[in-house]
Structure formats: structure tokens, C-alpha cells
T-cell receptor, first 111, second 115 residues
Framework: DAKTTQPNSMESNEEEPVHLPCNHS???????IHWYRQLPSQGPEYVIH???SNVNNRMASLAIAEDRKSSTLILHRATLRDAAVYYC????????????FGTGTRLTIIP | EPEVTQTPSHQVTQMGQEVILRCVPI?????FYWYRQILGQKVEFLVS????????KSEIFDDQFSVERPDGSNFTLKIRSTKLEDSAMYFC?????????????FGAGTRLSVL
């Protein structure tokens, strides 16, 4: 599995933007970049995914570097409900394979 | 919005007993998964299931574990003889048709406590 590297933890003030980085220098051309998050005492939850272009949805934005070796999940206006562990995961475009979770980034939101 | 449902939310059992964890995946999904998370540790893949058979399993998924889709809606994980180290949160997930981005939707989990 192609590996991702994320900071162990980050803090942000409520109502400010948050940029969560992920390095994936060994990404292949056929890997999607997925982000999931896990709120306390809940199951993982899909956030966003992309392949080459930047993506926006109602939860977040995903900025993908031109060489695809890194990406950034952007929460435009963090709320207390966004406190969670965020996982960056690479998934092949072929087939419905397992998700391999790392330790992710624990995001703390300061009121 | 469709969701994955897991029951029970908490299961307490004695070591050596059999347990069955139940999941109702999203109705038009074709791929089904079980993961587990021991307290304070990473989410770990156990098994994936497609077209009524196991498509991949991890080293954790030994002969004590089995999965079944007994009807068109349920997906179950059975642990034949539970051990203390089986205590964990067990998450079921499902994903849609083949191809595409393989977005997996997770249930809220079953907390298994083996005494």
C-alpha cells in the first residue's frame, strides 16, 4: 500500500480555517486521495476525495499538489463538531479494496 | 440519507462464547467490510465481501471468524470462540457499485467486551 504521512495533532480556533496536510510521495497515477474522519466514539466518516484536481463539497475542500505528492484538506470555518481524527488514505481507482488507516491527525478545536 | 446500521451497540460476552455482530448495509451497495478498532489503536481491516464470497481478509481474520450475508439485507460477523483480545469496536462498512471512487460508509459500530 502506498503510504501517507500526517502530523499527529493540530489545533485550531473555532470559526477559523484549518489546513490539514498529508504527504504521499509514493502515490501512483491510479491512486485516489481520500479523506475520512472519526469523531469521538463514532465510526469513520467519508469527507472528500480527489484524483488530480482540487475538489470542493459541503464538508471541505481538497487541494492537491501539481505533482500529487501531497494534499491538504481545508475546513473553511472549523466548528467544535469538527474535532476528530482525520485520515488521509490512498485508494486505487481499480476495484473496491480495503481502507488502510494510519494514525491520522487529531484535530482539536479551541472555543 | 441512507446509512449503515449495526446491532447491538454493545455486546458483553464471556471468553469462549460465540458472538454474532449484525450489520445492515446501504441497500444498493455491493461491497461489504468489517473493521475493528482496539481502544486507543488504529482502525484495522478484517475482511471484505463481494458477490457472496470473501474477496480479501487480513491476518487477524483467522478460523475463529466468519462472515455471512444470510439474506438480501444483513451482513454478519461471527466470532466462534471469543478471546479477551477480541474486545474492540467492530465497524461494518459498505460501498457502492464496482469502479468509481470506492467511498465506504461506516456504521456506528458494536463495542464487544469479552470478560
Amino acid at each position: 500500500d502506498a503510504k501517507t504521512t500526517q502530523p499527529n495533532s493540530m489545533e485550531s480556533n473555532e470559526e477559523e480555517p484549518v489546513h490539514l496536510p498529508c504527504n504521499h510521495s509514493t502515490i501512483s497515477g491510479t491512486d485516489y486521495i481520500h479523506w475520512y474522519r472519526q469523531l469521538p466514539s463514532q465510526g469513520p466518516e467519508y469527507v472528500i476525495h480527489g484524483l488530480t484536481s482540487n475538489v470542493n463539497n459541503r464538508m471541505a475542500s481538497l487541494a492537491i499538489a501539481e505533482d500529487r505528492k501531497s494534499s491538504t484538506l481545508i475546513l473553511h470555518r472549523a466548528t467544535l463538531r469538527d474535532a476528530a481524527v482525520y485520515y488521509c488514505i490512498l485508494i486505487s481507482v481499480y476495484g473496491n479494496e480495503k481502507l488502510t488507516f494510519g494514525t491520522g491527525t487529531r484535530l482539536t478545536i479551541i472555543p | 440519507e441512507p446509512e449503515v446500521t449495526q446491532t447491538p451497540s454493545h455486546q458483553v460476552t464471556q471468553m469462549g462464547q460465540e458472538v454474532i455482530l449484525r450489520c445492515v448495509p446501504i441497500s444498493n451497495h455491493l461491497y461489504f467490510y468489517w473493521y475493528r478498532q482496539i481502544l486507543g489503536q488504529k482502525v484495522e481491516f478484517l475482511v471484505s465481501f463481494y458477490n457472496n464470497e470473501i474477496s480479501e481478509k487480513s491476518e487477524i481474520f483467522d478460523d475463529q471468524f466468519s462472515v455471512e450475508r444470510p439474506d438480501g439485507s444483513n451482513f454478519t460477523l461471527k466470532i466462534r470462540s471469543t478471546k479477551l483480545e477480541d474486545s474492540a469496536m467492530y465497524f461494518c462498512a459498505s460501498s457502492g457499485p464496482s469502479g468509481g471512487a470506492n467511498i465506504q460508509y461506516f456504521g456506528a459500530g458494536t463495542r464487544l467486551s469479552v470478560l
